[in-house]
């Protein structure tokens, strides 16, 4: 099995992203919570090399109270639950995943939202 790094991975996905959302509005909206121990985890293990990354530089990670809903995603179906990433282009959501459960998790689930 072909093992790929962090830096390849995100490579490929920004690749993909690009077919599939503007880099200037699209953004990858993080719902979270103080209290979320998942939340945390990837704020400590993922957080820095997603925004680091091309991709996080060209789909900005943007953090969302679940219970201070933005006006600007109004047509974003709301969430209680914690973490969920969204992927938004101008307003309108182009698919989500709930959940982190390691570095792997993200890139896979991630890799999969960019490729539709």
């Not at 993922?46 to 679940?66: D, F």
């Not at 709301?78 to 998790?105: C, M, Q, W």
Request: charged letters at 20%; hydrophobic letters at 45%; aromatic letters at 10%.
């Amino acid at each position: 099995m072909l093992k790929m790094t962090f830096t390849a991975i995100f490579a490929f996905t920004s690749t993909l992203c690009l077919s599939v959302a503007s880099p200037q509005a699209a953004e990858l909206v993080m719902v979270e919570v103080r209290s979320c121990v998942y939340c945390a985890r990837f704020n400590s293990e993922m957080a820095a090399i997603y925004e680091a990354s091309e991709t996080g530089r060209s789909i900005p990670l943007r953090r969302v109270h679940p219970k201070k809903w933005p006006a600007d995603l109004a047509a974003v179906d709301k969430t209680p639950f914690t973490p969920v990433f969204i992927l938004v282009d101008e307003g309108s959501e182009i698919g989500r995943f709930a959940g982190y459960n390691g570095p792997e998790h993200f890139k896979r689930k991630l890799g999969q939202l960019l490729g539709r």
